[in-house]
């Protein structure tokens, strides 16, 4: 009895639920938080971030959405306000590549006979590959996670794991979509993503020893853990185990934000549907 009193309450919801999809590409910008960039929203150090998304909705306010995303993301001591920060000198880069799957909510039913616009909002969960790296002194890009540059992987520092290329991540965000006819949806977002990862920028605990790590991982290594000397003026020294070099108790965030341009499908399902909202009324008797 109770099932069938549910059913009934749920049949009119259901009988006005459209369901669509929604396939399109993302254009925009991308930026990260951490270490070497303690803005959420810099001056400087943006780049360029790309994709694809899917999207199905189950009713005009509920989806599921999917994409893949392909941007680059930067940051460096110099732009920092702080001169400590700036004394030391560090920086990266990373090419990233990432996948997400997730829940998307429009505020207002986009449908045909519904509301041509809405905010919205999402949440899920992204998969990425990164991989950082860093400019030398010659203008060279150097990979940093095979440096050890915080002594990871090494025996003397146990708890210092070397670090995974592939994390996850937490994407949420909030955005505006408009139905342009009944084909086109252009919307803009941005969306931040919180990661699972300290060593997005190579940057996360404390110096090692300058010794145990030219023994075991060479020159280069001890040259892009502690770059303050390669400033103009400088008077400090490669400093101890016990100076800190990053802040291990956050972790690093990305976030990407842009327009996203997609075709509404239901309408290539409704061809005569579309045709009458297209074509203009016939006069009588013309």
């Known amino acids: 009895?109770?099932?069938?009193?549910?059913?009934?309450?749920?049949?009119?919801?259901?009988?006005?639920?459209?369901?669509?999809?929604?396939v399109g590409i993302f254009g925009g910008t991308s930026s990260y938080y951490g270490d070497l960039?303690?803005?959420?929203?810099?001056?400087?150090?943006?780049?360029?971030?790309?994709?694809?998304?899917?999207?199905?909705?189950?009713?005009?306010?509920?989806g599921l959405r999917f994409g893949a995303t392909y941007a680059s993301l930067y940051g460096a001591d110099s732009t920092s306000e702080a001169?400590?920060?700036?004394?030391?000198?560090?920086?990266?880069?990373?090419?990233?590549?990432?996948?997400?799957?997730?829940?998307?909510?429009?505020?207002?039913?986009?449908d045909f006979d519904e509301f041509k616009f809405s905010p919205y909002l999402f949440a899920g969960l992204a998969v990425f590959y990164y991989n950082p790296y860093t400019i030398g002194t010659n203008?060279?890009?150097?990979?940093?996670?095979?440096?050890?540059?915080?002594?990871?992987?090494?025996?003397?520092?146990?708890?210092?794991?070397?670090?995974s290329l592939v994390n996850v991540g937490v994407p949420l965000g909030a955005g505006l979509k408009v139905m342009i006819g009944n084909t086109v949806l252009?919307?803009?977002e941005i969306g931040f993503r919180y990661t699972a990862t300290d060593y997005l920028d190579d940057v996360s605990k404390s110096y090692v020893n300058m010794d145990t790590l030219f023994r075991y991982k060479g020159k280069q290594s001890v040259d892009l853990s502690f770059r303050t000397?390669?400033?103009?003026?400088?008077?400090?020294n490669y400093p101890n185990?016990?100076?800190?070099?990053?802040?291990?108790?956050?972790?690093?965030?990305y976030w990407f934000a842009g327009i996203n341009i997609a075709i509404y499908f239901e309408s290539f399902g409704n061809i005569e549907r579309y045709k009458k909202t297209r074509c203009p009324r016939r006069v009588f008797g013309k």
């Open 186 to 188: 252009i919307s803009t």
């Open 139 to 163: 203008d060279e890009k150097i990979y940093l996670r095979p440096l050890s540059t915080e002594g990871q992987g090494l025996r003397q520092y146990p708890s210092r794991k070397i670090y």
């Open 241 to 253: 185990d016990k100076f800190v070099r990053g802040d291990n108790m956050k972790k690093d965030w």
């Open 229 to 236: 000397d390669e400033l103009p003026i400088w008077d400090e």
């Open 1 to 22: 009895m109770r099932k069938r009193l549910l059913i009934l309450l749920l049949l009119p919801f259901v009988a006005v639920a459209q369901k669509h999809h929604e």
């Open 83 to 110: 001169p400590a920060i700036r004394n030391r000198n560090l920086n990266f880069q990373t090419n990233l590549f990432e996948v997400n799957g997730g829940l998307e909510v429009n505020m207002l039913p986009v």
């Open 37 to 62: 960039q303690q803005k959420l929203f810099p001056k400087e150090g943006y780049r360029a971030a790309g994709g694809l998304t899917y999207k199905y909705f189950m009713h005009p306010n509920v």
